[in-house]
């Protein structure tokens, strides 16, 4: 192949090789060992789709469900009102978070006294807000920046859904699983994310636009005994990734390894 052809070819086809060769590190790298960790189902896959032959381990991230169980409303930063509805998100406000579906979502959210709470900031803040303006949606939506973790498991007792907008770019988001300890309903539109979530506790929009979004959420919204239920399902779903269960499970694992030779 000439070379300068090479130089023709557009970007993205620049960052496919590099996707491609990183799997192939990865797997490549694993193979030196006795065995490897993958704290997801679809991360194990990918490695394993990619060359991994190593025996392979899944065991997710744990949280301490403690601090989110004991986590009270009447400590979070923000105000809510009375008969108010927080969507709740949590995470770096950028591009491959997607929270721009979110804001556009509010447009056209069907159920009154809704409010989108980003907790977060990042490169994405200033064009979120401006967003909101342009949409006309401003008062539907609320960014209350950087919060410590108490404020967020406090805040996280205030809010009705959380929701997860990013798509083909998280791995086992450890959000997710705060959200669940503290009893959240769960939407999300990657499929690839099954980890802390279920047909019981989340739902899966039919779609990744605004558009879906909000159809999802004023779905949620007109069932309050489903959400009471997905609620429960969540509590019940969170003891699976308690951290010192899963701290167990990797010393035992630690344990029982081969050697290498």
Not at 155 to 167: R, T
Not at 187 to 202: R, S
Request: hydrophobic letters at 40%.
């Amino acid at each position: 192949m000439n070379p300068k052809e090479i130089l023709e070819w557009p970007y993205s086809t620049f960052t496919d090789i590099k996707k491609k060769q990183g799997w192939r590190l990865m797997a490549e790298f694993v193979n030196h060992t006795s065995g490897f960790i993958a704290p997801s189902q679809h991360l194990a896959k990918s490695l394993i789709k990619n060359g991994a032959h190593t025996p392979c381990h899944v065991i997710p991230n744990g949280v301490f469900l403690d601090r989110y169980n004991n986590a009270k409303a009447s400590d979070s930063p923000l105000q809510k009102q009375p008969g108010e509805k927080f969507i709740l998100c949590v995470g770096r406000l950028s591009g491959e978070k997607r929270q721009k579906v979110l804001v556009e979502a509010m447009k056209y959210l069907k159920t009154p006294n809704v409010r989108l709470v980003l907790v977060g900031t990042g490169p994405s803040d200033d064009d979120l807000r401006r967003q909101a303006v342009h949409l006309g949606i401003e008062d539907k939506v609320l960014f209350a920046g950087h919060q410590n973790a108490d404020n967020v498991a406090a805040i996280m007792q205030q809010a009705d859904v959380f929701v997860q907008s990013s798509y083909r770019f998280d791995n086992q988001p450890m959000v997710i699983l705060e959200a669940i300890a503290s009893g959240l309903p769960m939407v999300y539109c990657d499929n690839k994310l099954t980890e802390g979530l279920n047909k019981e506790n989340a739902m899966l929009t039919r779609g990744r636009s605004g558009r879906a979004f909000a159809k999802t959420f004023d779905e949620l919204f007109a069932d309050p005994e489903r959400m009471t239920s997905m609620a429960k399902a969540s509590l019940k779903t969170a003891k699976e990734f308690d951290v010192m269960r899963l701290a167990k499970k990797m010393i035992e694992l630690y344990q029982a390894a081969d050697p290498i030779v």
